[in-house]
């Protein structure tokens, strides 16, 4: 859900973005979980989890295809806000000398 982002369309629920993502042919779903409140949710998506039909997917889809077209609402895909090597460039190191030798 981008840190909750995606929420702020005002387009789906939390619990049809977890249903959506447990649907999805994933062998994991990871959710952010910052309070009790967060937690509780997540068990409450688990525990009524049904697979989606078709119709169901293209319903969550449509609803969400205006403002997911420019990407306002998913800051991971268009920025580097969540990019932690952007944010940590220390991470990258140095260059290794066999390809600093290729630059002019």
């Not at 447990?22 to 049904?50: C, H, W, Y």
């Not at 991971?76 to 991470?91: L, Q, R, V, Y």
């Amino acid at each position: 859900m981008a840190n909750g982002i995606i929420l702020k369309s005002k387009t789906v629920t939390a619990m049809e973005c977890l249903h959506y993502a447990l649907n999805l042919p994933v062998s994991v779903v990871i959710t952010g979980i910052d309070s009790m409140k967060i937690l509780d949710q997540a068990f409450e998506a688990a525990r009524t989890f049904k697979p989606l039909t078709a119709a169901q997917r293209s319903a969550i889809l449509a609803k969400t295809k205006k403002a997911a077209s420019h990407g306002e609402f998913e800051p991971f895909k268009i920025s580097s806000i969540f990019d932690g090597t952007a944010i940590n460039t220390e991470w990258l190191g140095d260059e290794p000398k066999r390809l600093t030798r290729l630059m002019p």
